[in-house]
Nanobody
Framework: VQLVESGGGLVQPGGSLRLSCAASGFRLDYYAIGWFRQAPGKEREGVSC????????YYEDSVKGRFTISRDSAKSTVYLQMDNLKPEDTDVYYCNTHSPSSGDEYWGQGTQVTVSS
C-alpha cells in the first residue's frame, strides 16, 4: 500500500489548489481515504474523508463550503479541491487510509500548502 500526495504550493488568500492522493497496492474503492493537515508543533487534524462503502463524505467545520473531496477510481486517486484558501489553511497535508482487513494504517509523505500574500 502506498499513498503519494501532490499539488501543494504557494497561493494567495482567496486562491485555489487541488491536492491529489495517488494510491497503489490496493483497490481504492475498498478503502476509506482521509485528508489530514498538520502545522509545526501542532497535532495532526482531520480535514475531510470519503468512505469506501456508500461514498459518504465528511468535512471539518472550518473547510465546509470551501473544500471538496472526490475519488476517481479509474485513476486510483483521491482529490481535495481547495477554494477560497485562507492563511490559516497553511499546513502540510497528508492522505491516510486503513486496511479494512488488517486495520493497518498508511500515510503519504505530505504536501506543503502555503497561503500567503
Amino acid at each position: 500500500v502506498q499513498l503519494v500526495e501532490s499539488g501543494g504550493g504557494l497561493v494567495q488568500p482567496g486562491g485555489s489548489l487541488r491536492l491529489s492522493c495517488a494510491a497503489s497496492g490496493f483497490r481504492l474503492d475498498y478503502y476509506a481515504i482521509g485528508w489530514f493537515r498538520q502545522a509545526p508543533g501542532k497535532e495532526r487534524e482531520g480535514v475531510s474523508c470519503i468512505s469506501s462503502s456508500d461514498g459518504s463524505i465528511y468535512y471539518e467545520d472550518s473547510v465546509k463550503g470551501r473544500f471538496t473531496i472526490s475519488r476517481d477510481s479509474a485513476k486510483s486517486t483521491v482529490y481535495l479541491q481547495m477554494d477560497n484558501l485562507k492563511p490559516e489553511d497553511t499546513d502540510v497535508y497528508y492522505c491516510n487510509t486503513h486496511s479494512p482487513s488488517s486495520g493497518d494504517e498508511y500515510w503519504g509523505q505530505g504536501t506543503q500548502v502555503t497561503v500567503s500574500s
